[in-house]
C-alpha cells in the first residue's frame, strides 16, 4: 500500500482489536459494524420499537443534539434507563452513530461484510482437507476469478452509456461520462432529489454564496451549502460527499441554481471515475507517492 495506513477500519467491536487499532493505526477512525450492533441490540433488548428506533440512531443524519435529543426520548419510551447495554452503547456512540461519524470516509462501508464475502469465496475454492500446493493452487484461481469480475466491472464501466432519464440532462451526462457504473447509480439518485428542496435564504458572504435550504413539507428539515464561485468549491452542511465520496442533493440543487452544465471537480472523487485506475498506474510507476 506504498507505506500508506488505513483512513478508517470497521470492525465488530472485539476489545483486543480495539486496543491494537489505537496503538497501531492510532489516525484510524474505528467504526463497529453496524450488522453486529444490531444482532447484540436484538439480543440484549427485547424490544421491537427499540430495534427500530436503534437503527435510525445509527444511520440518520442526526447532528449530535438531534442525536442525544432522539437517544433519551427512546430510551424514555422504552423504560431503558437502568439497562448496562444501552448505556455502554451510548458511551461508545462515536464509534457507530453517522452524528459522529459523518465527516469521515467510510466509501459507504459500514459492516464487515465485505470481508466475510471474500472469506465465502475463498471457501469455495479452498478444501479444508488437503495439502499447501492444492491450497496455493486453488487461492490462485480464486483471485484470477474474482481478477476477472473486476476487469469485467471495468469493461462495463468505460464502454456502455446509461439510459439518461433527469431533467438536469446536462449534469446527468457528465456524471454518466466521468462515475463507474455503480457509482453513477448512486450519484443519479442524488441529482433526481433536488425538486423536493426549498430555498429558505440566499445570503451574499464576501466572495462567497450560501444557500440555506428546506425540504418540501418536512418542517424543521434545514440544511446550507456554501459555494464559492472563484475556486468552483461546494460544502454541504449534510456532509455526504465527506463520507461516502458524492455530491448530495443539495449541492445538486445549487448546481442547478447557478446553471453549472457539469460537476465541479472539487465535488468529484477521484476514486470513483472512470479513470481512477490510470491514475494509479501511473503513480505506481513513477515510483509511488
Given at each position: 500500500?506504498?507505506?500508506?495506513?488505513?483512513?478508517?477500519?470497521?470492525?465488530?467491536?472485539?476489545?483486543?482489536?480495539?486496543?491494537?487499532?489505537?496503538?497501531?493505526?492510532?489516525?484510524?477512525?474505528?467504526?463497529?459494524?453496524?450488522?453486529?450492533?444490531?444482532?447484540?441490540?436484538?439480543?440484549?433488548?427485547?424490544?421491537?420499537?427499540?430495534?427500530?428506533?436503534?437503527?435510525?440512531?445509527?444511520?440518520?443524519?442526526?447532528?449530535?443534539?438531534?442525536?442525544?435529543?432522539?437517544?433519551?426520548?427512546?430510551?424514555?419510551?422504552?423504560?431503558?434507563?437502568?439497562?448496562?447495554?444501552?448505556?455502554?452503547?451510548?458511551?461508545?456512540?462515536?464509534?457507530?452513530?453517522?452524528?459522529?461519524?459523518?465527516?469521515?470516509?467510510?466509501?459507504?462501508?459500514r459492516t464487515t461484510s465485505q470481508r466475510?464475502?471474500?472469506?465465502?469465496?475463498?471457501?469455495?475454492?479452498?478444501?479444508?482437507?488437503?495439502?499447501?500446493?492444492?491450497?496455493?493452487?486453488?487461492?490462485?484461481?480464486?483471485?484470477?476469478?474474482?481478477?476477472?469480475?473486476?476487469?469485467?466491472?471495468?469493461?462495463?464501466?468505460k464502454f456502455s452509456d446509461p439510459v439518461?432519464?433527469?431533467?438536469?440532462?446536462?449534469?446527468?451526462?457528465?456524471?454518466?461520462?466521468?462515475?463507474?457504473?455503480?457509482?453513477?447509480?448512486?450519484?443519479?439518485?442524488?441529482?433526481?432529489?433536488?425538486?423536493?428542496?426549498?430555498?429558505?435564504?440566499?445570503?451574499?458572504?464576501?466572495?462567497?454564496?450560501?444557500?440555506?435550504?428546506?425540504?418540501?413539507?418536512?418542517?424543521?428539515?434545514?440544511?446550507?451549502?456554501?459555494?464559492?464561485?472563484?475556486?468552483?468549491?461546494?460544502?454541504?452542511?449534510?456532509?455526504?460527499?465527506?463520507?461516502?465520496?458524492?455530491?448530495?442533493?443539495?449541492?445538486?440543487?445549487?448546481?442547478?441554481?447557478?446553471?453549472?452544465?457539469?460537476?465541479?471537480?472539487?465535488?468529484?472523487?477521484?476514486?470513483?471515475?472512470?479513470?481512477?485506475?490510470?491514475?494509479?498506474?501511473?503513480?505506481?510507476?513513477?515510483?509511488?507517492?
Amino acid at each position: 500500500m506504498e507505506n500508506k495506513y488505513p483512513e478508517a477500519v470497521v470492525t465488530d467491536g472485539d476489545g483486543a482489536m480495539r486496543e491494537a487499532i489505537k496503538k497501531f493505526y492510532p489516525d484510524a477512525t474505528h467504526q463497529l459494524c453496524a450488522w453486529h450492533l444490531n444482532k447484540n441490540g436484538g439480543e440484549n433488548v427485547k424490544s421491537s420499537q427499540f430495534i427500530d428506533g436503534f437503527k435510525n440512531a445509527i444511520y440518520s443524519n442526526f447532528t449530535t443534539e438531534q442525536f442525544k435529543e432522539f437517544w433519551w426520548e427512546m430510551v424514555k419510551e422504552n423504560e431503558l434507563e437502568g439497562k448496562a447495554w444501552v448505556a455502554k452503547t451510548y458511551e461508545n456512540k462515536s464509534l457507530w452513530a453517522i452524528a459522529y461519524l459523518h465527516d469521515k470516509f467510510f466509501g459507504c462501508i459500514r459492516t464487515t461484510s465485505q470481508r466475510e464475502a471474500v472469506n465465502a469465496i475463498i471457501k469455495s475454492y479452498v478444501q479444508k482437507k488437503g495439502c499447501i500446493f492444492e491450497f496455493m493452487h486453488n487461492f490462485e484461481q480464486a483471485l484470477r476469478d474474482y481478477k476477472n469480475n473486476e476487469l469485467v466491472a471495468d469493461f462495463k464501466s468505460k464502454f456502455s452509456d446509461p439510459v439518461l432519464t433527469t431533467h438536469l440532462r446536462p449534469i446527468e451526462s457528465d456524471a454518466a461520462k466521468t462515475y463507474t457504473i455503480e457509482i453513477f447509480k448512486e450519484v443519479k439518485e442524488e441529482i433526481m432529489k433536488p425538486s423536493a428542496l426549498i430555498v429558505k435564504e440566499r445570503l451574499i458572504e464576501g466572495e462567497l454564496k450560501v444557500y440555506k435550504l428546506t425540504k418540501y413539507c418536512e418542517d424543521g428539515y434545514e440544511r446550507e451549502v456554501v459555494y464559492d464561485p472563484l475556486g468552483k468549491t461546494l460544502r454541504c452542511s449534510c456532509k455526504l460527499f465527506d463520507s461516502r465520496g458524492i455530491p448530495c442533493s443539495h449541492i445538486f440543487y445549487v448546481i442547478k441554481e447557478e446553471h453549472m452544465d457539469h460537476i465541479p471537480r472539487s465535488v468529484v472523487f477521484p476514486r470513483w471515475m472512470k479513470d481512477a485506475k490510470i491514475g494509479f498506474l501511473n503513480m505506481d510507476s513513477n515510483g509511488g507517492v
